[in-house]
């Protein structure tokens, strides 16, 4: 899946995203994931050179995220994987690695 222009995509209206292929962001503008989103052990997420992709609350289950441009949390960034690149927390995100219960 492509994200190629700003704001939020409509096919995003699910619970939760779960991602098991390839996102990358592309394009001018931010884009937002505004639902809980899963990237699994297959999935890999890459935001190109000088891109915005923004997340809501991300859950990374041994998936890769290739950061070149700039990846935003603004909400829960948890569990582990492979993160290269640099992540910006907002005011309202908190990062917490790994994956404990509760």
């Known amino acids: 899946m492509n994200f190629n222009s700003p704001g ?3 096919l995003l ?6 991602n098991r292929g390839q996102i990358t962001r592309n394009g001018s503008g931010v884009q937002t994931i505004p ?7 297959t999935g890999n997420v890459t935001v190109a050179t000088g891109k915005k992709l923004t997340f809501s609350g991300t859950t ?7 950061n070149n441009g700039t990846l935003i949390n603004a ?3 948890k569990g582990t ?7 910006t927390t907002s ?3 908190t990062l917490s690695p790994g994956l404990s219960p509760g």
């Open 8 to 10: 939020t995509n409509p």
């Open 35 to 41: 639902i809980p989103f899963t990237n699994e052990a």
């Open 13 to 18: 209206t699910l619970i939760n995203f779960v």
């Open 91 to 93: 005011s309202s995100g």
């Open 75 to 77: 909400g829960l960034m």
């Open 60 to 66: 990374v289950n041994n998936g890769n995220m290739v």
């Open 81 to 87: 994987g492979n993160f290269s690149g640099n992540i």
